[in-house]
């Protein structure tokens, strides 16, 4: 069979592929794009940023009616859950947004193969009984949740956060595996919801890959909320019983059992290139097994470049769609850039604009010049009334910058412009 000729293949419909696809095809080029899924949009708009948004900001509301209102002089009674529909405005909101990225690539003539791309060499895609090929192709293949050895995913009662999003009951129990982001949204949408929620982490402190001070307001918030925090702890091993799962935890030589009716392993994502015969087609993969890429983002093989997850690098959807917009595949000659914002689970939620701690220029210059007159802005919450508090019926919480640059005096040396920043908001609390 003769193979299909395109400018640009792109492999993956999330938010780096997507955009990278519309963005070519604007510019004139012929594209195609691969994606194995039902729905175009990748984690973030199906089971990821949007439907754990979605769900955060119901969920907030449950909670002002319950307990928010009073301080308004408002009283409610007869609050009740309606989980089904909450799902279901859930789902109204991804289909939405996936329906939006689909008439875009009609409007835009990009076509979409469906189906699952194994790459060859030549620049050759494989999808089923078709052959693309391509001057230019991007790998743009996204994430997958990272599994916990000794707590095996059974979709059940040991969960990602793709079930977490989809439990048809409120457990009375959850067990959360890992205090990054990801944990702490699902962590925090059903103790809001009612369920017991414990949480547990390997390092001594929660969010770890964000500011230490900012991490510590965050806790102190969300234990007023009702998270219990197990910090220094590591989960070994999980049975099934006949109410949920017993679960062996170990902190500092200690071990302990608990108990929970669904548990969240939450401890990370990587790279999705399982079956892309990455290896097979030339391709480097370093020892993390994410795609190993140049400063203009193209791999070991001329003409086939890689974004997102994919690469090295903070997994961020909005890191991914600025890649797909400069696209590596056309000839903008874009290179890698590390200071992105950075933002944590909301409600609250830290939030980062600078380089991500572990690399980056941007990160060297804070931890250098710290103690040589950088400067340090900090914004105490205005007001602390417990749940309920402050003027909006929120905790304020607090803002934390750190920039590399003497006070007033910013990138370019002119006053009050802005440097790198690297710090934390705390914006609300419900």
């Known amino acids: 069979m003769p193979a299909e000729r395109f400018d640009l293949i792109t492999i993956g419909a999330g938010p780096g592929g997507y955009v990278a696809a519309l963005r070519a095809a604007q510019l004139g080029m012929r594209v195609a794009c691969v994606e194995k899924d039902e729905a175009l949009g990748g984690t973030c708009l199906n089971v990821g940023c949007i439907p754990s948004k979605a769900l955060l900001d119901s969920s907030e509301l449950y909670r002002q009616a319950q307990i928010g209102l009073a301080v308004h002089g408002i009283k409610a009674s007869g609050v009740a859950l309606d989980l089904p529909a909450m799902m279901a405005r859930k789902d109204k909101v991804v289909r ?3 329906q939006g990225v689909a008439g875009l690539f009609k409007k835009n003539k990009v076509e979409w193969v469906a189906g699952t791309a194994r790459l060859e060499k030549g620049k050759r895609v494989v999808v089923g009984e078709r052959i693309l090929e391509a001057e230019r192709v991007l790998i743009a293949t996204g994430s997958e949740p990272t599994p916990l050895r000794g707590l095996p995913f059974d979709g059940e009662r040991i969960v990602s956060s793709t079930e977490a999003l989809t439990l048809a009951r409120v457990p009375e129990r959850l067990l959360v595996i890992g205090a990054g982001a990801v944990g702490l949204e699902l962590g925090s949408v059903w103790s809001r919801l009612g369920a017991k929620v414990t949480v547990v982490e390997f390092l001594d ?11 510590v307001q965050l806790r102190r918030a969300l234990e007023k909320q009702g998270l219990v925090f197990r910090l220094e702890t590591s989960a070994t091993r999980a049975e099934r019983t006949e109410r949920g799962v017993r679960v062996t935890l170990e902190s500092k030589g200690r071990t302990s059992v608990e108990e929970a009716d669904v548990v969240l392993v939450a401890i990370g994502r990587r790279p999705y290139v399982e079956g892309l015969g990455a290896r097979e087609a030339g391709i480097a993969l370093d020892e993390r097994g994410r795609v190993a890429v140049n400063e203009r983002f193209e791999t070991s093989v001329p003409g086939v470049y890689a974004i997102g997850d ?3 690098g903070p997994m961020l959807a909005h890191k991914a769609q600025e890649e797909g917009i400069r696209d590596r595949g056309r000839r903008e000659g874009a290179r890698r850039r590390e200071d992105r914002p950075h933002r944590g689970p909301p409600h609250p939620g830290p ?3 600078g380089p991500d701690r572990r690399g980056g220029p941007g990160g060297r210059v804070r931890r250098q010049r710290r103690g040589r007159g950088a400067h340090r802005a900090r914004a105490s919450d205005a007001a602390r009334g417990g749940e309920g ?7 304020a919480g607090a803002a934390h910058l750190t920039s590399p640059f003497p006070a007033g005096v910013g990138r370019e040396g002119g006053a009050g412009g802005s440097g790198t920043l690297s710090g934390g908001v705390v914006p609300r609390q419900s």
């Open 310 to 312: 994919a690469i090295p």
């Open 205 to 215: 402190a929660i969010v770890p890959t964000m500011d230490r001070g900012m991490g």
């Open 389 to 395: 508090g402050g003027a909006g019926g929120r905790e």
């Open 351 to 353: 939030a980062r604009l």
């Open 96 to 98: 939405g947004l996936t």
